[in-house]
Antibody, heavy 118, light 107 residues
């Protein structure tokens, strides 16, 4: 079964850091572009960042550039998102997803919840 | 950035009824439009891509149409498992952007 499972969310104070993980199974992870998308009360669903198969191409939405870092370990079939200097508006559910076509995800995880407390 | 606007925000429907959801793009996106179904606690599920192509495993009661700026998702004879939030997403321009969603509730 093709599956993505996120982990690493939690409650963190503003200014803190978190590393989210996404474990992939059921498909050849190294064949796909991978993404992080979040759902927040303020902005709804927001695409954040993606990375190509070997990590040589990365894009970030302007609102997170400089604070968020995406990386992957193909040997571990895993995708990661390092989030620094967390803000209240970063609170939400973070999803990883697989692209099957440019800018189009066909598989999503169930998400991991990040809560930033002030 | 392409702004995607969905309407209505929510609607109440009885099982067996037909439902039409709308999505409008702020500028033309061709047919690069997808629809996702999202239920609480579950991953979002791709329903339609390319404006009108059903994703694998999606029942024929789901259909999509439109091009340019105006798109619709139609569900004929709504089933209990179809009650969910539906999001549209454009894949024509970077960054991909989503609509705010339409919640389909049981009447």
């Amino acid at each position: 079964e093709v599956q993505l499972v996120e982990s690493g969310g939690g409650v963190v104070q503003a200014g803190g850091s978190l590393r989210l993980s996404c474990a992939a199974s059921g498909f050849i992870f190294s064949d796909y572009w991978m993404n992080w998308v979040r759902q927040t009360p303020g902005k709804g669903l927001e695409w954040l960042t993606n990375m190509n198969q070997d990590g040589s191409e990365i894009s970030y939405v302007a609102s997170v550039k400089g604070r968020f870092t995406i990386f992957r370990d193909n040997a571990k079939n895993s995708l990661y998102l390092q989030i620094n200097n967390l803000r209240a508006e970063d609170s939400g559910v973070y999803y990883c997803g697989r692209d099957f076509s440019p800018r189009l995800m066909d598989v999503w995880g169930r998400g991991t919840t990040v809560t930033v407390s002030s | 950035e392409r702004l995607m606007t969905q309407s209505p925000a929510a609607l109440s429907v009885s099982p067996g009824e037909r439902v039409t959801l709308s999505c409008r793009a702020s500028q033309s996106i061709g047919t690069n439009l997808a629809w996702f179904q999202h239920k609480p606690g579950q991953p979002p599920r791709l329903v339609i891509y390319g404006a009108s192509t059903r994703a694998p495993g999606i029942p024929a009661r789901f259909s999509g149409s439109g091009s340019g700026t105006d798109f619709t998702l139609t569900i004929t004879s709504l089933q209990s498992e179809d009650f969910a939030v539906y999001y549209c997403q454009q894949s024509n321009n970077w960054p991909r952007t989503f609509g705010q969603g339409t919640k389909v509730e049981i009447k």
